[in-house]
């Protein structure tokens, strides 16, 4: 069964920096594109970045070059470094694994900017 449990999000002010964490059970981090996501109510989760069994990486355009994503394969886990956060990062923060055709989710992190 595939678990995620996402941590770390939080209040910050702007520009400030937060490191959201992605624990992964049931399935490996080094064989999986794994994804963050992130939604605000009443608005659709958006992709913010991925990262690709063979370590590429994507992102939205509106947080590259402030965001980076990682992972540990020891500890299977899935990192989202924010930098220089804007009030336009607070969301809640997912986690994301696409398996055989199927979507699992952590249960969010909320991280919230103030000005």
């Known amino acids: 069964q595939v678990q995620l449990v996402e941590s770390g999000g939080g209040l910050v002010q702007a520009g400030g920096s937060l490191r959201l964490s992605c624990v992964v059970s049931?399935?490996?981090?080094?064989?999986?594109?794994m994804y963050w996501y992130r939604q605000n109510p009443g608005k659709q989760r958006d992709l913010v970045a991925s990262?690709?069994?063979?370590?590429?990486?994507n992102y939205a355009d509106s947080v590259k070059g402030r965001f980076t994503i990682s992972r540990d394969n020891a500890k299977n886990t899935v990192y989202l470094q924010m930098n220089s956060l804007e009030p336009e990062d607070t969301a809640v923060y997912y986690c994301n694994v696409k398996k055989l055709l199927r979507d699992y989710w952590g249960q969010g992190t909320q991280v919230t900017v103030s000005s």
């Open positions: 049931g399935t490996s981090v080094r064989i999986d594109t």
């Open positions: 990262i690709s069994s063979g370590g590429s990486t």
